[in-house]
Nanobody
Framework: QVQLVESGGGLVQAGGSLRLSCAAS????????MGWFRQAPGKERKFVAA????????YYEDSVEGRFTISRDNDKNTLYLQMNSLKPEDTAVYYC??????????????WGQGTQVTVSS
């Protein structure tokens, strides 16, 4: 079992930055990959980024490539998402995901409770 708690969301103007954090507990953090997904109002949850257990491999959805950076600190059991050059279309609830098997939300075994990110124009 894995417990995930996100933090760092908030309201920011377009062009601004935010850093999301996800604190994990339960299983050994470095045993599994991690990811971020997001869900905008009235839309399905979608993949944003993922990182391998070691941090050596990262993957991004096309619209965030070059603006967002996923990272992890296995000593602190924490996952991060640095979001720069934010756009209004990045507005969503962001969810931390443990052990995603693919980019499909249905493949995720464990979810955090989500943190709201709102980007004003």
């Amino acid at each position: 079992q894995v417990q995930l708690v996100e933090s760092g969301g908030g309201l920011v103007q377009a062009g601004g930055s935010l850093r999301l954090s996800c604190a994990a507990s339960g299983r050994t953090f470095s045993d599994y990959g991690m990811g971020w997904f997001r869900q905008a109002p009235g839309k399905e949850r979608k993949f944003v980024a993922a990182i391998s257990w070691s941090g050596g491999d990262t993957y991004y959805e096309d619209s965030v490539e070059g603006r967002f950076t996923i990272s992890r600190d296995n000593d602190k059991n924490t996952l991060y998402l640095q979001m720069n050059s934010l756009k209004p279309e990045d507005t969503a609830v962001y969810y931390c995901a443990a052990d995603p098997r693919s980019r499909e939300p249905g493949s995720v075994r464990y979810w955090g409770q989500g943190t709201q990110v709102t980007v004003s124009s």
